[in-house]
């Protein structure tokens, strides 16, 4: 009779436990998770990106038009660099603003939107994503997430500001309005 009220009391001892666990591990969730307009987690949050002052890892990958993207080609020129996939609510909540900014200083500065395939279903979506909504600027395709990696990216949408020295500028977590990038531009002149 002894062992069966161990066994239950242990088996209550670790219900009680798995308990505490789980209403620790949601209120964590909480009270760290950042709400749409902040940017969506998608790997461990204590890696920082690219510094400003650092130099752009140059990278080269295939754009959803079939073409050749290298960012050093761009050297000369302000580049935003912005990390996005097509599941991402902050992403899609800036991507008007980012077209919309694209049209007015084309010319004057690049705007690159690397998708993070890797964590897409398929090219499909986000072909598809791309020309529901008429957005014309370049999307690099981060098929192996190795862009990612290389730039730690862990929020989405983030996007860094390229001087045309090829250094980071700015790095901005979370989703930009219009007026962000306007005043992240003057930071180029």
Known sequence: MK????????????????????????KNDKTSSSS???????VAPN???????ETAPDFSLQTLSGDT????????KPV??????????PCKKEMPDMQKFYD??????????????????GVGKVRKYIDQYGYTYP????????VQGMYDVTVVPTTYLIGRDGNVIEQKRGPMT?????KMLQKTK
């Open 69 to 76: 993207f290298r960012l050093t080609d761009l050297r000369g």
């Open 47 to 53: 890696q920082n990106g690219i510094e400003v002052g």
């Open 139 to 146: 999307v690099p395709l981060d098929k192996n997430s190795e």
């Open 36 to 42: 749409d307009s902040d940017g969506a987690g998608i």
């Open 80 to 89: 935003f660099l912005n990390f996005w996939a097509s599941w991402c609510g």
């Open 3 to 26: 062992k069966r009220n161990i066994f239950g009391l242990v088996i209550l001892l670790a219900l009680a436990g798995f308990m505490v666990a789980g209403f620790m591990n949601e």
């Open 104 to 121: 007015k200083y084309k010319g004057k500065v690049e705007v690159i939107a690397v998708n993070l395939t890797g964590s897409e279903i």
């Open 178 to 182: 219009y007026e962000e990038m306007v």
